[in-house]
């Protein structure tokens, strides 16, 4: 428990300071938003076997629920955050049938219903609610300072998540589930109940990661925010580190994205077959990710 | 403690490849050439249109170089550019951090963005923060310009609502056209120009018989098209990006239907593109709006006609170029233009000197003009309509009819 505290508070930490220390704000936020999203796939994939394709659903709604609130209902941004949160969570109540799906038909059908949400968002005929195709303006709202910090809250909340949820009864039951639902359900365990509470606490971290996104970015269209690389990125990154784990995710985004940053700037001709060759060695040899390999060595990762 | 100095490692080692990514040593007081900076999409949805673009704007810069740098006023010489470019992968999310890199590390002097709406978006609010001249060779959505935003300047295309200006003034006074299709890709660059057709047709004698919406990625017209005949237009406007444009005319070949007037956006910007797709026959009597190399532009006073630069272009380059190589290489002139112009090199100084040259710059891509919030009206898009020559088509503009070089041929054949 010590040690995934201490990880989580460097974590924070790190991205807290590192703006004094490197200019390049967006590149610390983009890795600090790809952090949250995969501890929210780490939350739901990790812990009961979900893998949701589309996760940027729940991101998107966030986005668009928090800069809406601004634009229309004349909300501060952070309570506008809250909204993101909120509503990506209603979009998750009424997606919680698709948790009687399992494996490869759960992650398409979660992976439509982000479609539909993007085809809804940008919908001509609802330019006046959501601005349709023609993208949101922020510009009234725009502090890069403040969303900067409100996207470190956030990847404090999401590590708290998973710390709880690695050492709660709540987190034992979850895996449990994922391990056997039915010996689950003989134990005792409220499957329907826990895993339904482990989808919308992953919706609202997308919910809410969306929204401070929004924040920041300030201008964007339904495309940038319902983009599907959102969701593969958070994937792999999570999958990348070791999924259930609260260190995983964090090593994940910070390797994977800093190699993408670093040869996409570096070598942009080679950019694709390194990441690509990445990504395959990771599926042969290490299926479990990082984590697996450190466990294998002995060591315990939080 | 041993587990705990392994997991700290893998830390430190990840947060090194981030910051790893090189800061840039720079002195802002010796300019012995200027940085210019800018994304292009070496892959994904945008990579035609941007690589395209890209071209231009490098062949900019390799022909000031190659004449000793560019006139800046507020040095009293000429400087040489350098170019600095990054990778998006036609992705915002991997474009804000490389706009940023370019203006907090690399420090660039000059901001030029990507191709397009959607990967100019995310370099607006980052180079307004930065106090940073945004350059927009080609982002047209009219969420982009706002007039409390002096930091953005839309060089080489108007924004995307006054494109359809002409046309729809074409259909109001051409007497033939009483009822008019319109099929349109919900983005915010075609679905502006819907909502602007419709707007300007409302309440004039031309009726509005069919008006639908379909996805971006919508590659199959098959039922449309026969939607639309059964509608009975007498003339067909489609709107979309170049796949929409080349699936509705290939669409159209394939049905066999016949419409007596049928327009489109990209045959008239990436040319080459669609007779590849299409084939010269298929784009026989299609209309479109004419852009350079279509639309030539030979009485300039700054920079060359485009008969010289498409002479020197395939010369040096050994291809032919298209609007967006045009459009990227217009983008330069312009910078070229605010450096000469400016007094200071501070980024404001530069957004006055546009201002000072707004409204009176003629260049190949025809007039730079911008509104005070630094969208262009100056290029407003004439109608043109392809017709047979030889064994290909040639280009004749048919409206505004001041500047018309031949009558439309009406019903198509």
Redesign the interface.
């Known amino acids: 428990m010590l040690?995934a505290v201490?990880?989580g508070v460097?974590?924070v930490g790190?991205f807290a300071l590192?703006p004094v220390?490197?200019?390049?704000?967006?590149?610390?936020?983009?890795?600090m938003?790809y952090l949250v999203l995969a501890q929210g796939i780490n939350v739901l994939y990790g812990f009961t076997g979900y893998l949701p394709f589309g996760y940027v659903g729940f991101f998107g709604a966030g986005a668009y629920a928090g800069a809406l609130s601004v634009l229309r209902l004349g909300l501060s941004p952070v309570l506008a955050l809250v909204v993101g949160g909120v509503v990506a969570v209603l979009v998750g109540v009424v997606l919680v049938p698709l948790l009687r799906l399992s494996g490869a038909y759960f992650a398409i059908a979660n992976l439509a219903a982000a479609q539909a949400l993007y085809?809804v968002v940008?919908?001509?005929?609802l330019q006046a609610l959501t601005?349709?195709?023609?993208?949101?303006?922020l510009?009234v709202a725009?502090n890069?300072t403040a969303s900067y910090a409100a996207m470190v809250a956030l990847l404090g909340l999401a590590l708290a998540t998973v710390v709880y949820l690695r050492h709660s009864r709540l987190g034992l039951a979850l895996r449990a589930i994922r391990e056997d639902r039915i010996s689950a359900e003989l134990a005792g365990i409220n499957v329907v109940r826990e895993r339904t509470i482990a989808w919308l606490l992953s919706a609202l971290l997308a919910g809410l990661c969306g929204a401070a996104f929004a924040w920041y970015?300030?201008?964007?269209?339904p495309?940038?925010v319902f983009?599907l690389?959102?969701s593969i990125?958070a994937i792999v990154f999570a999958l990348f580190g070791g999924a259930a784990t609260l260190?995983g995710p964090?090593?994940g985004t910070?390797?994977l994205?800093?190699?993408?940053?670093?040869i996409?700037?570096?070598q942009?001709?080679y950019?694709?077959l390194i990441f690509g060759l990445v990504i395959v060695g990771l599926v042969l040899f290490l299926p479990d990710g990082?984590a697996s390999l450190?466990e294998r060595a002995g060591?315990?990762?939080? | 403690m041993m587990r705990q100095k392994g997991l700290a490692g893998c830390v430190a080692i990840a947060a090194l490849a981030l910051i790893g990514l090189g800061p840039a040593a720079w002195a802002a007081d010796a300019p012995a050439v200027l940085k210019l900076g800018t994304l292009y999409a070496g892959s994904g949805a945008f990579a035609v249109p941007s690589t395209s673009e890209h071209e231009g704007l490098k062949f900019w810069v390799d022909q000031v170089n190659a004449a000793g740098g560019t006139y800046v006023k507020a040095l009293g010489r000429k400087v040489r550019l350098r170019l600095i470019a990054y990778n998006d992968r036609s992705s915002t999310t991997t474009a804000a951090p490389l706009y940023n890199q370019l203006i907090t590390q690399d420090k660039v002097d000059i901001l030029v963005s990507d191709f397009g709406s959607v990967l100019t978006s995310v370099a607006v609010p980052i180079a307004q923060t930065h106090k940073m001249l945004l350059f927009d060779p080609t982002g047209t959505g009219a969420a982009l310009f706002s007039p409390d935003n002096p930091y953005v300047v839309l060089c080489s295309l108007p924004t995307s609502a006054i494109w359809p200006y002409a046309l729809a003034d074409f259909l109001k006074k051409f007497e033939p056209v009483r009822r008019v299709a319109l099929l349109y890709a919900t983005n915010d660059f075609t679905g502006s120009q819907a909502a602007t057709l419709r707007e300007r047709l409302r309440g004039s004698r031309v009726e509005l018989v069919y008006d639908q919406g379909v996805a971006t990625n919508t590659s199959n017209y098959a039922v449309l098209l026969h939607n639309v005949e059964a509608a009975r237009p007498d003339a067909v406007i489609e709107f979309g990006y170049a796949n929409n444009d080349i699936a509705f005319l290939q669409g159209l070949q394939a049905s066999g239907l016949k419409f007596k007037m049928v327009f489109a956006i990209f045959p008239g910007q990436l040319f080459s593109l669609l007779r590849k797709n299409v084939s010269e026959a298929g784009l026989a009597y299609t209309y479109t709006y004419p852009t350079p190399p279509l639309l030539a532009y030979n009485k300039v006073n700054y920079g060359p006609g485009l008969e010289a630069f498409l002479r020197e272009y395939r010369q040096k380059r050994g291809e032919d170029a298209n609007f967006l190589t045009v459009a990227g290489y217009n983008t330069g002139l312009v910078i070229g233009k605010t450096l000469a112009t400016a007094d200071k090199l501070d980024q404001l100084a530069l957004r006055r000197a546009v201002e000072q040259f707004s409204g009176k710059l003629f260049t190949l891509d025809g007039l730079f003009k911008v509104d005070r919030s630094g969208a262009q009206v100056g290029e407003l898009l004439p109608v043109g309509q392809f017709l047979p020559s030889g064994n290909g088509v040639k280009m004749q503009v048919v409206f505004p009819f001041a500047l018309a070089t031949g009558k439309p041929v009406y019903p198509a054949p």
């Not at chain 1, 601005?131 to 303006?137: E, F, H, S, T």
């Not at chain 1, 994205?257 to 670093?262: D, K, N, T, V, W």
């Open positions: 040690k201490l990880t460097a974590t790190l590192a220390f490197y200019a390049n704000q967006t590149l610390l936020f983009s890795a938003m085809y940008s919908n001509p005929d601005n349709g195709p023609y993208g949101i303006n510009a725009y890069a970015i300030s201008v964007f269209y495309e940038t983009s690389n959102v990125f260190a964090i090593v910070l390797v994205y800093g190699l993408y940053s670093a996409g700037i570096s942009p001709e950019f694709q990082l450190s060591f315990e990762v939080p």
